[in-house]
């Protein structure tokens, strides 16, 4: 069995001792130079750490902290600018490898590939205006059978329903919250 | 005893950095306190400091209101610094190099006397750093921030059993540690009390 025991346990209590307790305590610490010297390292280093000061942070820690905060909020929206740029410069890269690729396949200078596609690019444009004339040319002809009146009741009637569904999703969102 | 206002954690929720602002103004103090005496140098306990309370404002949706913000923030910054401890090599001291060789001065007052009490601080900081990092973690906040068992227990994640024989365990360790041999002739001796 340990002889130090209990007496240890009381030389690190943090609560009094009762009085039959310490007498005990006392008695055997007259003849325990090892408990005695436990007593006094832990008498000692706890008045230390009782009485040891807080450390201070430097001045202006909690402005480095906000300063701190600030950019990393700001890194994320950093990181998503240098993908884009890496997607862009990945796709320029691509385009630059395909157009390279076709030139030397079908053995066609780079002046060459430049001509033939800019002359596709304004075929599909010209393509385009023709298109859009022949649609702009359906609208006129139901714009010119409406009569005006129509016209004006339409447009009351869709601002009317309008207002009345955004009326319907305030209420509704209202009630969500209830 | 820190106290800060609930609205600037409100702000601090929707992304107020200068309202948590004003809460790592008010706990600067014990967080910063917490991580040098875990960490041993002011270099390490800035970083990790300014990272707890980094943590805290990204995590604040988990603080539970009904308990203390102190021991949350403490929370923190004792997992923080155990982390940072575990990545660390362990580096090992000798008891001789961590004490000083000369005798301890008289308690005059003046500069002399402020020395001592920076050298006494020392002593303490470095005799820390003989106990575990958990075990560490609780004397600092038992002794610097008087936090109770089950307080320790709440920040630390344990048991107050296990927070019991652990501190034990470091008064025992600091107690074999703390040099005896070198008292002066006033704090020496007597009947425990």
């Known amino acids: ?178 | 005893v820190v106290e800060i206002q609930k609205e600037w954690l409100l702000a601090a929720r929707k992304g107020d950095v200068d309202a948590f602002g004003q809460v790592v103004e008010a706990f600067q103090r014990p967080v910063f306190n917490l991580c040098y005496r875990m960490l041993g140098n002011r270099e390490d306990a800035e970083d990790a400091a300014q990272e707890s309370f980094w943590r805290a404002y990204k995590g604040l949706n988990k603080y539970d209101e009904r308990r203390s913000f102190g021991t949350w923030m403490l929370s923190i910054a004792a997992h923080h610094c155990i982390d940072r401890l575990r990545r660390k090599r362990p580096v090992i001291l000798s008891l001789e190099s961590l004490l000083p060789e000369q005798d301890a001065p008289d308690r005059r007052p003046g500069p002399e006397t402020q020395t001592y009490r920076k050298q006494q601080q020392e002593e303490v900081q470095q005799l820390l750093q003989v106990l575990g990092w958990e075990e560490r973690s609780m004397i600092v906040m038992r002794y610097w921030h008087d936090m109770s068992y089950e307080e320790i227990a709440h920040a630390l994640r344990v048991s107050v059993g296990a927070v019991k024989s652990r501190l034990h365990r470091a008064r025992k360790t600091l107690a074999g540690h703390w040099p005896v041999g070198r008292l002066s002739s006033t704090q020496t001796g007597g009947a425990y009390e």
């Open chain 1, 1 to 178: 069995m340990n002889k130090h025991l209990p007496y240890r346990d009381w030389i690190f209590a943090e609560e009094p001792l009762a009085e039959d307790s310490r007498r005990r305590l006392n008695l055997h610490m007259d003849q325990c130079a090892e408990c005695r010297a436990t007593a006094e390292g832990w008498r000692l280093a706890k008045q230390n750490l009782e009485n040891a000061e807080f450390a201070e942070p430097r001045e202006g820690f909690a402005a480095r902290w906000k300063a701190l905060a600030r950019s990393r909020m700001r890194a994320p929206k950093r990181r998503q600018a240098w993908a884009l740029l890496a997607a862009n410069s990945l796709g320029a890269v691509a385009a630059a490898a395909a157009l390279a690729f076709q030139t030397s396949a079908r053995g066609l200078s780079l002046a060459g590939v430049f001509a033939r596609d800019m002359t596709a690019a304004a075929s599909i444009l010209n393509d385009w205006t023709d298109a859009s004339q022949a649609i702009g040319g359906v609208f006129r002809i139901v714009s010119d059978s409406i009569p005006p009146a129509a016209y004006l009741f339409a447009v009351l009637f869709l601002s009317l329903a309008g207002i009345l569904c955004a009326l319907i999703a305030v209420r509704i969102r209202s009630r969500g919250r209830k």
